[in-house]
């Protein structure tokens, strides 16, 4: 990967058409979700944090993670993604605003906003992020701005303990 990084992955929304998506750096410290319509959002890992090549952002320590949306510092807060699907949530306060994006299927997320569903993400960690808002939820671009970033930076979904539990007893036995 060169210093500006491969091009942006570029996404359509329903409500607020292309969303771009770019991890920049030699080894993506940086990721950058914008569009027309949302606020701007970078997600960035403190140099000399280790890098889990797993996790698109490379870490899901908050001491090296900063995020910022349009200029203004949100506080981050991603789960330690152990053994429960639970575990791999992302928490982000940001403009009075609480957010969750939680894991609720093996492809998908939920992103929770001060309490309420509104919408369901899914990501491979390759950058495009596909998103499907609740019918009836009242969007906002700074909701878009912050699933989007979230998605691309930690991916979705996990599996269930029981199929984690059945894949590490497989694995053990010869």
């Known amino acids: 990967m060169t210093e500006t990084g491969p091009m942006p992955a570029t996404t359509e929304d329903d409500h607020y058409g292309d969303v771009a998506v770019e991890l920049s750096g ?3 410290e940086m990721l950058t979700v914008s569009g027309e319509r949302i606020p701007r959002t970078t997600l960035t890992r403190a140099p000399g944090a280790e890098v889990d090549d797993h996790i698109a952002i490379g870490t899901r320590d908050p001491r090296h993670l900063t995020l910022s949306v349009d200029g203004d510092e949100a ?5 330690k993604g152990r053994l429960r699907r639970r575990s791999y949530r992302v928490d982000v306060r940001c403009a ?3 957010y969750r994006l939680v894991p609720d299927s093996i492809p ?4 929770i ?3 309420k569903h509104i919408g ?13 808002w609740r019918e009836g939820a009242a969007v906002e671009p700074l909701d878009a701005a912050v699933g989007y970033t979230l998605a691309a930076a930690f991916g979705t979904g996990g599996q269930p303990m ?13």
């Open 75 to 79: 506080t981050i807060v991603p789960g």
């Open 162 to 174: 029981w199929m984690m539990m059945a894949d590490a007893i497989s694995t053990a036995l010869p």
């Open 96 to 98: 009075g605003v609480s």
């Open 108 to 111: 998908g997320s939920r992103l």
């Open 120 to 132: 369901d993400f899914s990501s491979d960690g390759d950058r495009k992020v596909i998103a499907e």
């Open 113 to 115: 906003r001060d309490g």
């Open 26 to 28: 030699e080894r993506g």
